[in-house]
């Protein structure tokens, strides 16, 4: 835990810096190199051996990216977040039968490549239209991170102190339900304190309240997916690059579900 929260305050302050003071371009770079690590790492989990195919897999990710940059990305990026929305209303079939697409076949592994795409690619996306959204942009970029952190948080201490009933143990034993509702309280609760920096008035808080509450849900869904993908490689994290965090993306997996979510939800709020 010491060492879990020394790497916290290291990273933390460096993040909210580069959100929102970096260029909405130079922030997209940043943000593609994450998403590619956690890819990376995803190969990984799910058994492709091969460092030329995990090369070709992250390169035909970083073809999409340009793709959508060099064909004025503005106008594609919200096709791109709808599908990734989409994809994770319907992941929740997935995590109703956990052992799906087990083992290394071909075909198993194929079907986690897409998963793993439409999940990266289309939260870069969201990050990008957030952040370029005019002078409020970063502020509302910065949100999207520190709601889902803090409910990270808040679940983590939730389900400590009061944690009795599991939320999902063939997939994630550790996860309570106690943890699930501190931890949506807490990403509440830190999107209301935000309001007035996000020039809010009264009126729009109850919408606001309704979009935290969402994706906080919606990161629940991204951290239980990645957790299978984990419990199938009988591995605890997916990787050691960050001390006492584990992987990249063991770190993005929550954010890969909200962004996309927060998105499509924001402007379905009006906010």
Known sequence: MRQRILTALLLLPAAIAC???????????????????????????????????????????????????????????????????????????????????????????????????LAAIPAWSALLLLHGDGALGPRWALLALVAVWAADSFAYFAGSR????????????????????????????????????????????????????????????GDLFESVFKRQAGSKDSGALIPGHGGVLDRIDSLLAALPIFVVFKLLLGL
């Open 162 to 221: 009061w944690g009795r009933r599991k939320l999902a143990p063939q997939i994630s034993p550790g996860k309570t339900w106690a943890g699930l509702w501190g931890g949506l309280a807490g990403c509440v609760l830190i999107s209301l304190a935000a309001a007035p920096a996000l020039a809010l008035g009264w009126l729009q808080i109850p919408a606001l309240a309704l979009l935290a509450l969402v994706t906080g849900v919606f990161s629940v869904f």
């Open 19 to 117: 959100v929102l003071w970096l260029p909405t371009p130079w922030m997209g770079g940043l943000g593609s190199v994450v998403m590619l690590l956690g890819l990376w790492e995803l190969t990984r989990l799910i058994g492709l051996q091969s460092r030329a195919a995990r090369l070709a897999y992250l390169a035909a990710n970083i073809a999409v990216m340009c793709w959508l940059v060099w064909s004025a990305w503005l106008g594609l990026a919200l096709p791109v977040v709808v599908v990734g929305s989409v994809f994770w209303v319907l992941v929740p079939l997935w995590l109703a039968y956990p052992g799906a697409f087990a083992g290394h076949s071909r075909q198993s592994v194929a079907i986690k490549l897409l998963a793993g795409s």
